[in-house]
């Protein structure tokens, strides 16, 4: 079974940053980023194909998470940027041996939970205003 371990995550003030990391057992075919708060779904937040990279952001994260990947450390990381109390959450890495993507909102992505087999125990991230 695959492991994924989360670290990271913390508290701080919005416009702050963090830089989530996470370790995977093995090569994984695609790893991810993906948030949850208690009451909502769990929203995918940001996506990396490991071989050719790339990449797919929810609209909330462009421009503010950067997802990116040391292959040989099997490692995900998920530099996130003028934080809001928004993005308060659960956050939990995601990875999967074989990955297809998802006709979703008009478009093809890697954002959807279903396409991941494999879950971290997740980071808490809190946002202070």
């Known amino acids: 079974q695959v492991q994924l371990v989360e670290s990271g995550g913390g508290s701080v003030q919005a416009g702050g940053s963090l830089n989530l990391s996470c370790v995977a057992s093995?090569?994984?075919?695609?790893m991810g980023w993906f948030r949850h708060v208690a009451g909502e779904e769990r929203e995918g937040v940001a996506a990396?194909?490991?071989?050719?990279?790339?990449?797919y952001y929810t609209d909330s994260a462009k421009g503010r998470f950067t997802i990116s990947l040391d292959n040989a450390l099997n490692m995900v990381y998920l530099q996130m940027n003028n934080l809001k109390p928004a993005d308060t959450a659960m956050y939990y890495c995601?990875?999967?041996?074989?990955?297809?993507?998802?006709?979703?909102?008009?478009?093809?992505?890697?954002?959807?939970?279903?396409?991941?087999?494999?879950w971290g125990q997740g980071t808490q991230v809190t946002v202070s205003s």
């Open positions: 093995e090569q994984l075919y695609c």
């Open positions: 990396i194909f490991t071989l050719g990279g790339n990449r």
């Open positions: 995601a990875g999967s041996r074989s990955c297809q993507l998802r006709f979703q909102n008009g478009t093809w992505s890697l954002l959807d939970r279903t396409i991941f087999a494999d």
